[in-house]
T-cell receptor
Framework: EAGVAQSPRYKIIEKRQSVAFWCNPI?????LYWYQQILGQGPKLLIQ????????DSQLPKDRFSAERLKGVDSTLKIQPAKLEDSAVYLC?????????????FGPGTRLTVT | AQTVTQSQPEMSVQEAETVTLSCTYD???????LFWYKQPPSRQMILVIR??????QNATENRFSVNFQKAAKSFSLKISDSQLGDTAMYFC???????????FGQGTRLTINP
């Protein structure tokens, strides 16, 4: 079974530029999560999708961040315009509704550096 | 809101020794899950062990075991016979049974020395 795929692995941009990250969850997983992990901290949930609907986006800075999950499969996370404090690792995870504990499987992450 | 606290930013032990990582959490919920994740330099989050709050028995996975104290809201991880490959960041995480999202602690950087 293929794991969660993310691209790119690394991205360097200047502040005020825009950037997009892509995530492909494990096949059949209905729930998809985007986490932001700032250096030296634990991951923080940005947005959670159930199929293609948003379940929780309470911590998503909506003035600059947006996310979508077309057809309930792949997802993209966009930042426009980027700020220096957006430098972080962006982790995508997915889980199955058939797992009672909703165990999450993580991708390798995208490391974003904003200069 | 739930919070998770890991009070040990860094730990270091010799290979083959036993090490215990601490975690406390705060919640008003009765049904939830607790996890320990390992994050090596590759950044991939790997599940180490899981504990259901309704189970009194502490979870074990080979060399990894937990000490779950529900009343004290404590969830420590014990690694026995530590190996060089155990070197990584370790995160404690809380999951509300209804919310599904994970709330992570700040992490403990564990180094196993040869």
């Amino acid at each position: 079974e293929a794991g969660v795929a993310q691209s790119p692995r690394y991205k360097i941009i200047e502040k005020r530029q825009s950037v997009a990250f892509w995530c492909n969850p494990i096949s059949g997983h209905a729930t998809l999560y985007w986490y932001q992990q700032i250096l030296g901290q634990g991951p923080k949930l940005l947005i959670q999708f159930q199929n293609n609907g948003v379940v929780d986006d309470s911590q998503l800075p909506k003035d600059r961040f947006s996310a979508e999950r077309l057809k309930g499969v792949d997802s993209t996370l966009k930042i426009q315009p980027a700020k220096l404090e957006d430098s972080a690792v962006y982790l995508c995870a997915s889980s199955s509704n058939r797992d009672i504990s909703y165990e999450q499987y993580f991708g390798p992450g995208t490391r974003l550096t904003v200069t | 809101a739930q919070t998770v606290t890991q009070s040990q930013p860094e730990m270091s032990v010799q290979e083959a020794e036993t090490v215990t990582l601490s975690c406390t959490y705060d919640t008003s919920e009765n049904n939830y899950y607790l996890f320990w994740y390992k994050q090596p330099p590759s950044r991939q989050m790997i599940l180490v062990i899981r504990q259901e709050a309704y189970k009194q028995q502490n979870a074990t996975e080979n060399r990894f075991s937990v000490n779950f104290q529900k009343a004290a809201k404590s969830f420590s991880l014990k690694i026995s016979d530590s190996q060089l490959g155990d070197t990584a960041m370790y995160f404690c995480a809380f999951q509300d049974q209804g919310a599904q999202k994970l709330v992570f602690g700040q992490g403990t950087r564990l180094t196993i020395n040869p």
